[in-house]
């Protein structure tokens, strides 16, 4: 069993995952998007920093630099402030199993930016990998398209799918940002706390220009959107991306990304159960194309 560590924990990243996005959306149509963001940052950083506390002793982490608060706080801003925020919105307007399909398309865009602004080769297994995924999320938008025949459910849905793909392409270049940071030596969950901070005083910082502050307190008052959020928080942020450390550090790159971008695979059943959202064959077909994709981005 200790063999498979890797593989179990990427697993558990992607079931972690997908529960905490079902937390999300339940909170997010309850006290809407922007608030639940707001507060699951706080959340996601109060339970970052005591787990670093217990494996560091220290509740921030030390001889944080410049470059680190550059690169991080730039995969802060643009990766949670700004790409989870219209997550969320996804999340609200099309569902958690459309809305996480889209994230398919972080690879894509890492791929393709890392191409143009770091100098990375491009390889034509790359190219078949992003064409296979692409079609893959083109079958299951169009499927589901052919089913939304009011012209409200189109406008929500056109726009659900628009911030779907701003979500991952806020998580690409947050990833780009990260991965920028880490090179300087500063360790994952210590750099992790760094974006979560930077993107906690960003967003909280507009909502206070913007006056929304007292209303993101008064839906505290909401028991159940708070629990969903805080049970989001927890699956999301805190255990899913430690357990995503866990599975890169103990398993092959490439099998753990395959393994942690599965997803929209369980949220096919979990949508159906849960929100009673019908699932047509072609979403069904559509979605596991698109994870061929995916795969074959990491594995080739």
């Known amino acids: 069993m200790s063999q498979y560590i890797g593989e179990i924990a990427a697993l558990g990243t992607a079931c972690c995952w997908s529960v905490g996005s079902i937390f999300f959306t339940i909170s997010s149509r309850q006290i809407g998007h922007n608030t639940v963001n707001r507060l699951r940052l706080v959340v996601g950083l109060i339970l970052l920093m005591v787990a670093h506390y217990v494996l560091t002793g220290s509740l921030w982490p030390r001889d944080i630099t410049y470059e680190h608060w550059m690169w991080f706080g730039l995969s802060g801003i643009i990766g949670f402030a700004i790409g989870d925020t219209l997550l969320f919105r996804s999340f609200v307007l099309i569902g958690p199993r459309l809305a996480m399909l889209m994230m398919a398309l972080v690879p894509v865009f890492s791929t393709l930016i890392a191409w143009v602004f770091l100098g990375e080769v491009l390889a034509l297994t790359d190219i078949i990998a992003i064409v296979v995924t692409i079609a893959g999320i083109s079958w299951v ?148 194309v698109t994870m061929i994709g995916v795969a074959l981005i990491f594995l080739l």
């Open 141 to 288: 938008v169009l499927s589901r398209q052919k089913t939304t025949n009011i012209t409200g459910q189109k406008d929500h849905y056109a726009i659900g799918l628009l911030c779907g793909i701003g979500g991952a392409l806020g998580q690409a270049i947050g990833l780009v940002f990260s991965k920028k940071g880490l090179l300087t030596g500063l360790p994952p969950l210590s750099g992790n706390i760094v974006r979560i901070f930077i993107a906690t005083l960003v967003i909280w910082f507009i909502a206070s220009i913007s006056k929304n502050l007292p209303a993101t307190f008064r839906s505290i008052r909401e028991r159940r959107a708070v629990y969903a959020m805080c049970g989001g928080a927890f699956l999301g942020p805190f255990l899913g991306v430690w357990l995503s450390l866990i599975a890169v550090d103990n398993a092959y790159v490439g099998i753990a990304s395959t393994l942690m971008a599965l997803p929209p695979v369980f949220l096919i059943p979990l949508s159906y159960w849960i929100f009673k959202e019908k699932i047509t064959c072609g979403a069904i077909l559509g979605t596991v």
